[in-house]
């Protein structure tokens, strides 16, 4: 098991790396270090969903400070090395990215850059200071991954089962699935994956990869399917289904894909990738026929009412048909588990939606960006 001490968490504001974060406070009791969130707050980025943490174990807490937020971008060199430098950080996990396929065919640009540009920024930084810590230690770095103190920076980099392209009717996604990414938002995230092992088969960096399916769960931005179609349902708005709904993903709840970081942090083959997922595919309409039954037995609103909102809209450009995640080398060989089933995360993540209206009004007000606002004026 590694000693992680001061990690850097990237795009901690958003919905895995806010889950990720409080996981690691709130329910991994083998977790001792610090975290220090480096994130851009972007759109999709909301430190209030961080505020429990930030009491807690954040600079006001009024103990230890374990802690940490840095408003900065990935692709800013300098703001990375004097980051590196103040925290002394050992261990990166780069969540930071543009997320949403959509998103991507309408404006790939930023998708390049911070998915790309951001991780290679990211890399020859995390290098430059694994190299300093190399000269520092004696003898070689043992890249393995029982050492218990790895000297220098091990670097995490989170992908997605995209990368892989599209299944057809069979099969599933193994780690060596060759890559073949469609949309914008998976050509970026399939260019950061190849860096990543470049650096690694290059220059040596310390590096492990992950690429998960879809997940679901608490602080979902509500542009994401099961978010959108929760509260549309409970407001009683249309819900637009692309195509004909017959498109298949992968989905795993969120805390899970957390667990698996975890065990790759801590556990994993250095130089290696893992695959995650729930091992649970579903078309789009029949996660929208689940979340019905669901909605309407919380609020006590009429299923069938809710169907008929159901509107079949023009499809996604390049719509990806299925994904499929064949995830048994990480079960396998690091012990890891789905704890969550599928219909058990989805009745949390709409009683956490239907709970936290105020989460959601304060993003559809625009409220959420007053503290970078506040604190760094209109951006
Ligand atoms: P998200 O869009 O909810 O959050 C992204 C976060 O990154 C935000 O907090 C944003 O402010 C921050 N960010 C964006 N650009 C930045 C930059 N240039 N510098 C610093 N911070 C920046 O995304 P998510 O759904 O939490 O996904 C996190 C990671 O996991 C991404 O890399 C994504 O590709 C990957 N992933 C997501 C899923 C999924 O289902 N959501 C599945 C597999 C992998
Ligand atoms: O597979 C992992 C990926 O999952 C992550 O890498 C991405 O960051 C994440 O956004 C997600 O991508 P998808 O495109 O699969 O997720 P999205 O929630 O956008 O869409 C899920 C499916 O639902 C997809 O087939 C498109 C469809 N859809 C989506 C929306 C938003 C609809 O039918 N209607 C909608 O309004």
Redesign the pocket.
């Known amino acids: 098991m590694r000693n992680l001490k001061n990690i850097l968490v990237t795009g901690g504001c958003g919905f895995i790396g806010v889950n990720f974060i409080r996981l690691l406070f709130k329910h991994t009791p083998e977790f001792s270090g610090r975290i220090i969130n480096l994130d851009a707050l972007t759109y999709a980025g909301n430190i209030t969903s961080l505020q429990e943490i930030e009491k807690e174990f954040g600079i006001d807490s009024g103990s230890t400070v374990r802690y940490f937020f840095e408003l900065g971008d990935i692709c800013d060199r300098q703001r990375l090395e004097g980051i590196f430098d103040k925290y002394d950080i050992d261990t990166v996990v780069n969540f930071a ?1 543009e ?4 998103r991507s065919i309408l404006g790939p640009e930023t998708f390049v850059k911070t998915n790309v540009m951001g991780t290679f920024a990211l890399l020859d930084v995390a290098r430059r200071h694994w190299q300093l810590d190399a000269e520092d230690s004696s003898g070689p770095l043992p890249v393995s991954a029982d050492a218990e103190y790895i000297p220098g920076v091990i670097f995490h980099h989170v ?4 990368v892989y392209g599209s299944l057809g009717e069979a099969g599933f996604f193994t780690e060596t699935t060759p890559y073949d990414p469609r ?1 914008p ?2 050509a970026s ?1 399939a260019a950061s994956d190849h860096l990543v092992m470049a650096w690694h088969h290059t220059y040596g960096l310390p590096v492990t990869l992950s690429n ?4 679901f769960g608490p602080f979902q931005f509500p ?4 978010p ?2 929760i509260i549309n349902m409970m407001e009683g708005k249309p ?5 004909d ?1 017959k ?4 989905w795993l709840y969120v805390e899970d894909h957390g667990r698996a970081l975890w065990a790759i942090l801590s556990k994993g083959q250095l130089g290696e990738k893992y695959n995650v997922g729930g091992e649970n595919e579903m078309e ?1 309409v029949a ?2 026929d689940e979340l019905i039954k669901i909605v309407a037995d919380k609020s006590g609103m009429d299923p069938e009412k809710i169907r008929r909102t159901i509107r079949f ?1 023009k499809d ?1 450009p390049g ?2 048909r299925r ?1 499929a995640i064949d995830c048994s080398r990480i079960k396998e060989e690091l012990g890891w588990e789905r704890e969550t089933s599928f219909e058990e995360g989805l009745i949390k993540t709409v009683e956490w939606y239907r709970d936290n209206m105020t989460w959601i009004n304060r993003i559809r007000s625009g409220e959420y960006r007053y503290w970078v606002e506040e604190n760094y004026g209109r951006r």
Do not use: F, Q, W
Request: with cysteine; charged share 25%.
């Open positions: 990215a997320s949403h396929v959509d992908s997605t089962d995209e949309s938002y998976s995230k998960c399916s879809n997940n542009e994401k399917l099961i959108l179609m819900l637009p289904v692309y195509g709904g498109n298949i993903r992968d789009n996660i929208i809209v996604r719509h990806d994904y």
